[in-house]
């Protein structure tokens, strides 16, 4: 199983000739320290990684649980829906091909 499973590169942003700057479906604008950074989860003994996604499977703007693996998932809703997940699962972010922990993204050097 590789490490980068799930994390398809889709496009979700658009070009704005106008002012250069990419906009997500939702409107947003991409811009500042956050510029390449997809919410995304990693489960810290097997290195496996995902983005969060919508229902509709496309990467998510805000952290969810839809669509990741069954066996992260400790528990769940009334509804079926993820409401847990297994304490070895850490959030991050996604960034040039790799896994950044939100512990680590504290540490971090802003880029120049």
Known sequence: ????????????????HES??????????KTGLLTGLQPAFQHIRTGESHL???????PALVYGFAGL????V????DDGNAIALDPEVVAGYWRDARF??????RCMPLDA
């Not at 250069?20 to 604008?29: A, I, L, R, T």
């Not at 400790?74 to 809703?77: G, I, L, N, S």
């Not at 950044?100 to 993204?105: H, P």
């Open 1 to 16: 199983m590789s490490k980068t499973q799930g994390l398809e590169r889709k496009t979700m942003t658009s070009p704005d």
């Open 20 to 29: 250069g700057e990419k906009k997500h479906s939702s409107g947003v604008q």
């Open 52 to 58: 969060a996604q919508v229902e509709e499977g496309i």
């Open 69 to 72: 693996p069954e066996e992260w």
């Open 74 to 77: 400790v528990e769940r809703d």
């Open 100 to 105: 950044i922990s939100l512990s680590q993204l």
